[in-house]
């Protein structure tokens, strides 16, 4: 019998296992709404996913059906999805969409909505949040029971490990506000930090014992921090300890990551400034990753990715997707990339749907991109590995356009330019690539060192310059130019570019894959 789902450090970097292999989640997340209702899950969602061909999807648990009754608990809706994933043979994470939901409360069931003791959180203005607060213990508790109960459900039946992760709450942070202002918070505020929060204190600014005094300007986040991380903590904690399967967050990052300071995103959320905060009071949380729907992908990216594991729970499915699959997959030691909205990246929705007004963001409206994302997620299936492998050694440039002009690598002996714009200043060569179309996929990719004189390329919307390191007094030719298709078997040699085709090393808008060689004369 096989072990459950864990985290496994290799090179000092965790790793997904399923089934005890490496596993990388390929995939995306449904719409909010898709996993309420089984017969939409199987007439419309999985005959798109299915073109797709991604190895793992994340979809909510919802708390109001799961417990619409207080103590009663009603699993048809997790049983069936699973059922629906096992028979598509994809795996899930599962979100448990509890207290908290983008800092709102919508997902409460019923009876903890109309009942008072589950009081919400309050603005500085005074006014309700449609939030319960992280200092109602009574809401904790009764969250903290079902998630148990759903944890202890997946213990039991799903025997198969088709759920490989739980994401626990979803966004958390107070929006729109810095702090909490109900009447308890009010209270934990002016009062005096508790013991172990002063190792996050900056002795030389203390200028007193409340939060304020304590934390300066951080004191309203920190406080956020703290309250949700003990809350969320408590709840993942007993999850845990029914059944260990790994835990992540998602959280949005802050603004267009040009603000560090608080209030750039929503208070408390798990942002890595706040990271040190929530590993303490949150041990059972594993990972942490950003929902990233702006530009500026390397710069919020990276943050997270610099904590040992890139987890991508949500991203736009405009027309970065490709880049951004092909980037993360060489820049870092991701565990996780999914789109959202992902069922309507592979068909349509149409007009007329709320999910076309509500989430423009999945890029519907780019027909094709969903193809090429299928074909990205072929190839990053046969290459992840050797990717990591690479990146570890140094053997691998990623890319990706945000706003530049070009950058530039340095593998083994090579310098490598990547040029986003049409025209690229190839040395001694007059080239005309042709204007790409205004819709064309944003440039990215990655240049994977095969061996010291071998290159495979793969990416969009780039041109490509290799050639000696700079000051080198090698001689260095093209010994050849390869075509690599993608067939229904894996990847294989296509046309031996030579001649006109032999000089330019062009992505196209759809995914390019090229292998170029070199070689070396001493005269
Ligand atoms: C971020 C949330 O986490 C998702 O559940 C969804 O609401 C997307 N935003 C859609 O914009």
């Not at 002795?203 to 004191?219: C, K, L, Q, S």
């Not at 969320?232 to 260990?244: L, P, T």
Request: proline fraction near 6%; hydrophobic fraction near 35%; charge should be negative.
């Amino acid at each position: 019998m096989s072990t459950i789902p864990y985290l496994k450090l290799e090179k000092n970097e965790p790793i997904l296992m399923v089934d005890e292999k490496p596993f990388v989640i390929l995939g995306g997340e449904l719409h909010n709404s898709s996993g309420s209702d089984l017969e939409y899950l199987d007439t419309v969602v999985w005959p798109s996913l299915r073109k797709l061909g991604g190895n793992c999807y994340l979809t909510p648990v919802y708390w109001e059906c799961l417990e619409p009754e207080k103590n009663k608990f009603d699993f048809t809706l997790v049983d069936g999805v699973i059922k629906q994933a096992r028979r598509e043979q994809v795996h899930l994470v599962l979100l448990w969409f509890g207290l908290w939901k983008n800092g709102s409360s919508s997902y409460v069931p019923h009876w903890m909505k109309q009942d008072l003791q589950y009081f919400y959180m309050k603005g500085q203005d005074g006014k309700l949040m449609e939030s319960v607060s992280p200092f109602c213990e009574a809401a904790i508790e009764e969250d903290k029971k079902a998630y148990e109960k759903l944890m202890e459900h997946l213990r039991d039946t799903d025997t198969e490990h088709t759920v490989i992760m739980m994401q626990v709450e979803n966004e958390v942070g107070v929006w729109g506000h810095p702090r909490d202002c109900c009447e308890q918070a009010e209270q934990v505020f002016s009062s005096t930090v508790p013991e172990e929060m002063m190792e996050f204190a900056k002795e030389d600014e203390v200028r007193g014992t409340t939060w304020e005094e304590v934390f300066g300007i951080n004191a309203c986040e920190y406080f956020m921090a703290w309250s949700f991380a003990k809350a969320v903590g408590k709840i993942a904690e007993a999850g845990k300890k029914v059944y260990s399967i790994p835990t992540f967050m998602n959280c949005v990052p802050n603004g267009m990551g040009v603000s560090d300071l608080a209030g750039s995103c929503p208070s408390g959320g798990p942002v890595p400034r706040v990271h040190k905060i929530w590993k303490k009071e949150a041990p059972a949380i594993d990972l942490y990753g950003p929902d990233i729907y702006i530009p500026m992908f390397k710069r919020i990216s990276t943050p997270f990715a610099l904590e040992g594991a890139f987890v991508l729970p949500e991203t736009g499915g405009g027309n970065d997707v490709v880049a951004k699959a092909l980037y993360s997959m060489a820049a870092y030691n991701t565990i996780c990339y999914s789109p959202f909205g992902i069922e309507a990246l592979m068909n349509p929705i149409s007009e007329n749907d709320l999910l076309a007004q509500t989430n423009q963001e999945t890029g519907s409206w780019f027909p094709n991109l969903g193809e090429e994302l299928a074909k990205v997620y072929r190839v990053l299936g046969l290459y992840w590995q050797i990717l990591k492998e690479a990146r570890r050694d140094g053997r691998v440039a990623a890319f990706i356009r945000e706003g530049e002009f070009g950058e530039e690598f340095h593998l083994g002996s090579y310098t490598i330019s990547v040029y986003y714009d049409d025209t690229p200043p190839l040395p001694g060569i007059q080239v005309r690539i042709p204007k790409r179309k205004e819709s064309a996929p944003l440039g990215g990719g990655f240049i994977l060192q095969e061996n010291e004189d071998t290159f495979l390329l793969c990416g969009v919307s780039a041109n490509i310059i290799i050639e000696p390191e700079y000051g080198s007094k090698d001689q260095v030719f093209f010994l050849d130019k390869r075509e690599i298709k993608l067939t229904e078997t894996g990847l294989t040699d296509g046309r031996i570019f030579n001649g006109d085709e032999r000089n330019y090393l062009v992505l196209g808008s759809e995914l390019t894959i090229q292998r170029v060689r070199f070689y070396h004369r001493e005269k």
